[in-house]
């Protein structure tokens, strides 16, 4: 199992243009996640999906676009990159617990986006 | 103030020694994660608790539900230790899955 992949790893982006960050797991896990991770700040929640077709906003949406058309894919857009939106962004995938708990998350390796 | 406090923010060790790091919430929990976050950036799960206390290898990871408190020791630590370790809980009350990190713990274990 190659587990949670992301493309690419190293982006660098003119204020204005979009692009798209994959995410791809082969865990065949329900629940995925995009966080970001910013200096002296824990990661934060940007979009989550508990399965194909269902996406739902996290604690910072704005700027974000996600789709969930498969089990295993979960790309994150970026509809008009803004230099705020210079991060870390990590990719994580789990499913549901056995009782009302939460199994471990399996992240990606991340992928460093700088704005200009 | 932060959901998710941890401590100390910063810890450098002599290689042998006995390391403790620290996290405290003010929610109500379903379960707490404990993540290592290497130099190179990967982050990998290191215990998953509800409960009681978890063990693997010199790793040892305990909470405390009434306390709100969580501890995660490392014995003999090792150069190969320097991270940062970071803790996440799930609150009961959201509903959906949705963790709350803290800002995490860095770790440095010279030879």
């Known amino acids: 199992n190659a587990g949670v992949t992301q493309t690419p790893k190293f982006q660098v982006l003119k204020t204005g243009q979009s692009m798209t960050l994959q995410c791809a797991q082969d865990?065949?896990?329900?629940?995925m996640s995009w966080y970001r991770q910013d200096p002296g700040m824990g990661l934060r929640l940007i979009h989550y999906?508990?399965?194909?077709?269902?996406?739902d906003q996290g604690e910072v949406p704005n700027g974000y676009n996600v789709s969930r058309s498969t089990t295993e894919d979960f790309p994150l857009r970026l509809l008009s990159a803004a230099p705020s939106q210079t991060s870390v962004y990590f990719c994580?995938?789990?499913?549901?617990?056995?009782?009302?708990?939460?199994?471990?998350?399996?992240f990606g390796p991340g992928t460093r986006l700088t704005v200009l | 103030k932060n959901e998710v406090e941890q401590s100390p923010q910063n810890l450098t060790a002599q290689e042998g020694e006995f390391i403790t790091i620290n996290c405290s919430y003010s929610?109500?929990?379903?379960?707490l994660h404990w993540l290592q976050q290497h130099p190179g950036g990967g982050i990998v799960s290191l215990f998953m608790?509800?409960?009681g206390k978890k063990k693997h290898g010199r790793l040892i990871a305990t909470i405390n539900i009434q306390e709100k408190h969580s501890s995660l020791h490392i014995t003999a630590s090792h150069p190969r230790d320097s991270a940062v370790y970071i803790c996440?809980?799930?609150?009961?009350?959201?509903?959906?899955?949705?963790?709350?990190f803290g800002t995490g713990t860095r770790l440095k274990v010279l030879a």
């Open positions: 999906s508990v399965g194909a077709g269902i996406t």
């Open positions: 865990m065949n896990h329900e629940y």
């Open positions: 608790l509800s409960s």
């Open positions: 996440a809980v799930a609150p009961l009350t959201s509903g959906t899955y949705k963790y709350i």
């Open positions: 929610v109500g929990i379903s379960a």
């Open positions: 994580a995938s789990n499913n549901r617990g056995r009782s009302r708990g939460y199994n471990e998350q399996f």
